[in-house]
């Protein structure tokens, strides 16, 4: 994937340290920012989305691998997977669930959701969007904005990783609520993807002992 242009990154890195000491301390100890942007195809993000709900990632990619070679392509369309059997996907380890939120994703598609014109959306309307297919909440929608379109300030209040990194990075009592966190990264503005992908990594940092 990817990276933001490197122009961006700096302006972004630089204004978090300016503007709060607490993340200009936390950009300093991981370093270069590398967050990354895949802009592709954008129905097949929706659909890996789906698929790797709550299942572990392997799994998952399996499932992926097999749905491919089903629709008989790397990255399948929407009319591909309309064609595809339930019992065929049921075979390929989906679950009659997320078979349900494929198809409407589908059917989303086709009766007017442009996964093209969405990249013109602001971050709310394309939350909105996007949560109005069966099986994609906010979250995933947030994802999507973050490393799909590339929007430079989304804070995932619900992500349990920025919510647990900043608990520890701001030496916090009890894991931050929505609110609470919106206090504290408000001076991120207009880069909280940014110090979001910082607190991910600090907290994968954090679980490697460095």
Known sequence: MPALDPAVRRRAVAHLRRADPVM????RRVGACR????DGDLFGALTESILYQQI??????????????????????????ETLADADLRAAGLSRQKIAYLRDLVVHVQ???????????????????????RGIGRWTAE??????????????????????????????RELPKPERMRRIAEPWRPY???????????LE??????
């Open 111 to 133: 009766d007017g959701l442009s996964l093209r014109r969405v990249r013109h959306l602001s971050d709310e309307d394309v939350i909105e969007a996007l949560t109005a297919v």
């Open 143 to 172: 994802m999507f904005l973050i490393f799909r379109l590339g929007r430079l300030d989304v804070l995932p209040t619900g992500d349990y990783g920025v919510r647990k990194s900043m608990q520890a990075t701001y030496r916090l």
């Open 35 to 38: 967050l990354a942007v895949d």
């Open 192 to 202: 909280r993807s940014v110090a979001s992908w910082y607190l991910w990594q600090g």
């Open 56 to 81: 572990t990632g392997k799994a998952a990619a399996a499932i992926h691998r097999r749905l491919c070679a089903l629709a008989g392509c790397n990255r399948p369309r929407p009319e591909d997977v």
């Open 205 to 210: 940092a954090a679980a490697r002992g460095e």
């Open 24 to 27: 200009a301390d936390l950009t």
